[in-house]
């Protein structure tokens, strides 16, 4: 974990209220995001690998689907958590409640960062040269005062630290790093985007065949009727902007 902390020993000093506006004004135009992932989860039992696939709908869905079939599938629509395990024929679907650890999930995308500010304390730092981005963004949830603060805050986040490496165009992460604990952390990186490119709307749910075992909040339980279930049930809904070269005159 040494290593880890080297690479973000120097910080930008720079007004982060700022910066956050220019991410959230290069923020306004994206409705759909893109991309490949490949994830590297570190726990003590060892180093775990996956590559898939990522799909972000603004406001706030977003897909994660992997290659091989051993590794289980996310969605999280708002406050909903999708996971889908094709090997064990089952979905797994719990509310989140709305946390600092929630609004993590799409702090890479969204572009309204004023809960982000109320949940985190944000720093800038400078990725290395070799990363290719240009900003980073650190967030670490903001410690609790009193029990009374703790309380109207909700729970606490369930990470210690996330760093978000942003590229130059945009500010699309291309790395992001979820620091658990000292022994635990979750790295994303992320490439080959595309960004508001048409999508089905099939693209935004789980298609869950015939006889799947569905679990609700560890409470309620059913199977896929025959034809199967498209899940959620509304797809996300794509407004992709039309560039004002495209807009007809009146």
Do not use: C
């Amino acid at each position: 974990m040494m290593l880890l902390w080297t690479v973000f020993a120097a910080v930008e000093p720079e007004n982060v209220d700022a910066f956050l506006e220019e991410l959230s004004v290069r923020r306004d135009a994206i409705r759909v995001v893109q991309a490949r992932i490949e994830r590297e989860n570190v726990t003590t039992d060892g180093v775990f690998e996956a590559r898939g696939t990522m799909l972000f709908v603004h406001p706030k869905r977003i897909v994660f689907r992997y290659d091989e079939s051993s590794e289980t599938d996310l969605l999280i629509d708002a406050l909903r958590l999708y996971r889908y395990d094709e090997d064990m024929e089952q979905l797994q679907i719990d509310d989140l409640q709305d946390d600092p650890a929630t609004e993590a999930l799409y702090m890479g995308f969204a572009k309204d960062f004023k809960r982000l500010r109320e949940a985190f304390d944000v720093s800038l730092f400078i990725p290395e040269v070799k990363e290719g981005a240009v900003k980073g963004l650190l967030l670490r949830p903001r410690k609790r005062e009193s029990e009374d603060e703790a309380a109207s805050a909700g729970p606490a986040a369930a990470f210690e630290a996330v760093y978000l490496y942003l590229r130059e165009t945009d500010y699309l992460p291309t790395r992001v790093i979820v620091v658990n604990d000292a022994n635990s952390r979750v790295e994303i990186r992320m490439s080959e985007y595309r960004v508001n490119e048409a999508v089905e709307p099939g693209q935004t749910q789980f298609s869950i065949p015939e006889g799947t075992v569905i679990i609700e909040n560890q409470e309620t339980y059913e199977e896929a009727p025959a034809g199967g279930l498209l899940l959620p049930r509304d797809p996300a809904v794509i407004d992709i902007p039309i560039p004002s070269e495209e807009i007809p005159a009146p």
